[in-house]
């Protein structure tokens, strides 16, 4: 099993953020910390100190939190959880809210891989964006952290940001993949609702998404061509393009992310955190109300409600107080995860995997959507595994898109 361990704090809000995250006072941050190892140690108590092959710790900005509070977070689930030797420990660090000390504390408390939230190498960039920090803070901020002891870093870029070139982005690329991080993850600006963003920018993102010229974000091909020379780039730098959106020198690919993709089980704790459990058919998302998740953190108790599986068959589902959500994953929703998820994966899915897990041949669901999309060079399909081209993971959106399902099969 993995865990995810949610911190929703910032300095400030980012301009493009959607994720659940504020700033709070200190006394807030205290008062929560206590909350979430009460939840911890609730779980380990449920589950009898089950074992945890990585730990996830994100935000939010984790790295905000004082280290004596971040200590206990990681003695409460080395106490809860049995966590493997050589476990994946990763915690989401941004420039200027990690100094020395922290990022030495972090890796005396069992933290062996550090998330760097860059977005951008030029610091009108990341005026824009919101960000609080600037590129020689990013700088620092790594330095330190290799100083430290940290022999696995990953770096987040952000590609086609509003008046974005190819040659600017990739300039940037190129200074970010010469400081030797393990990892790049290199996402596109995605214009969310609720966000000053999308005030901003919606109806240039509908313009593009229509097929028309946008005025301030790059155009659809500028987006596909960034997309294609930071592959070249960073092959050329010895990476690995092994999803989407993400990088990595061999053997440093993200553990805990493969196992999302893989859908493997995991268990989220903290304000609003999500987990899919049992057989990978059970889904809880915790409240995402901050004065309700500490307050309930005070009592946590077991419940059990009955669901529906179908019109004839009804099964009870054990969840908590904490829980805004409990539900079993329907077997159609089980099925496209599997492939929106494993086709992210450069290495794919497997007919065999798809067959053990739904007892069913994958070209008996997906006939005409294998053919079609093998038809247009955007997917391959040969000894056992179906994976995206090169061409398909450049529209990779497109591809997943028909994978839906119109019905529960």
């Keep these: 099993m993995e865990l995810y361990v949610h911190i929703p704090f910032c300095e400030k809000k980012c301009a493009y953020c959607d994720f659940?995250?504020?700033?709070?006072?200190?006394?807030?941050?205290?008062?929560?910390?206590?909350?979430?190892?009460?939840?911890?140690?609730?779980?380990?108590?449920?589950?009898?100190?089950?074992?945890?092959?990585?730990?996830?710790?994100?935000?939010?900005?984790?790295?905000?939190?004082?280290?004596?509070?971040?200590?206990?977070?990681?003695?409460?689930?080395?106490?809860?959880?049995?966590?493997?030797?050589?476990?994946?420990?990763?915690?989401?660090?941004?420039?200027?809210?990690?100094?020395?000390?922290?990022?030495?504390?972090?890796?005396?408390?069992g933290i062996n891989r550090l998330s760097i939230g860059l977005q951008s190498v030029y610091d009108y960039e990341l005026q824009l964006l919101g960000r609080i920090h600037n590129f020689r803070d990013f700088l620092h901020t790594y330095e330190m952290a290799r100083q430290t002891g940290f022999q696995n870093i990953n770096v987040d870029l952000m590609s086609a940001l509003p008046h974005q070139?190819?040659?600017?982005?990739?300039?940037?690329?190129?200074?970010?993949?010469?400081?030797?991080?393990?990892?790049?993850?290199?996402?596109?600006?995605?214009?969310?609702?609720?966000?000053?963003?999308?005030?901003?920018y919606a109806e240039d993102a509908r313009r593009r998404a229509a097929g028309g010229i946008p005025m301030q974000l790059p155009s659809e091909?500028?987006?596909?061509?960034?997309?294609?020379?930071?592959?070249?780039?960073?092959?050329?730098?010895?990476?690995?393009?092994?999803?989407?959106?993400?990088?990595?020198?061999?053997?440093c690919a993200s553990r805990?992310?493969?196992?999302?993709?893989?859908?493997?089980?995991?268990?989220?704790?903290?304000?609003?955190a999500a987990s899919l459990l049992r057989r990978s058919d059970v889904r809880y998302s915790?409240?995402?109300?901050?004065?309700?998740?500490?307050?309930?953190?005070?009592?946590?108790?077991?419940?059990?409600?009955?669901?529906?599986?179908?019109?004839r068959k009804k099964q009870m589902l054990p969840y908590t107080n904490l829980h805004a959500v409990a539900e079993y994953v329907s077997r159609r929703a089980q099925i496209e995860e599997f492939m929106f998820l494993g086709l992210r994966m450069t290495e794919g899915v497997t007919r065999r995997s798809f067959k053990e897990q739904f007892d069913v041949e994958i070209e008996a669901v997906y006939p005409e959507a294998l053919h079609t999309l093998s038809e247009q060079g955007l997917l391959e399909m040969r000894a056992g595994i179906i994976k995206?081209?090169?061409?398909?993971?450049?529209?990779?959106?497109?591809?997943?898109?028909?994978?839906?399902?119109?019905?529960?099969g």
């Design 221 to 251: 091909e500028t987006e596909l061509e960034i997309g294609r020379q930071t592959a070249e780039i960073l092959a050329s730098f010895g990476y690995e393009h092994y999803e989407v959106s993400n990088y990595a020198r061999p053997g």
């Design 256 to 272: 805990h992310n493969i196992g999302y993709w893989r859908r493997e089980p995991y268990l989220g704790v903290g304000l609003g």
């Design 286 to 311: 915790n409240t995402t109300e901050l004065e309700k998740y500490i307050r309930t953190c005070e009592n946590i108790k077991l419940l059990q409600k009955e669901v529906s599986l179908t019109r």
């Design 20 to 109: 659940l995250s504020a700033p709070a006072n200190e006394e807030t941050q205290r008062r929560y910390v206590g909350a979430l190892l009460r939840e911890i140690r609730f779980y380990g108590e449920q589950f009898e100190r089950p074992r945890l092959d990585s730990v996830y710790i994100g935000g939010g900005t984790p790295s905000l939190l004082k280290k004596e509070y971040m200590e206990l977070i990681l003695k409460q689930i080395q106490i809860s959880f049995a966590v493997v030797y050589g476990a994946e420990v990763t915690m989401e660090c941004n420039p200027g809210t990690a100094n020395r000390e922290k990022l030495t504390s972090y890796q005396k408390s």
């Design 388 to 408: 995206l081209t090169e061409r398909g993971m450049e529209l990779s959106n497109y591809v997943l898109a028909n994978f839906l399902l119109d019905t529960d």
């Design 165 to 200: 070139t190819v040659e600017k982005f990739t300039a940037g690329l190129e200074r970010v993949a010469r400081l030797k991080p393990e990892h790049i993850s290199v996402y596109s600006l995605m214009i969310e609702e609720g966000t000053p963003f999308y005030e901003s």
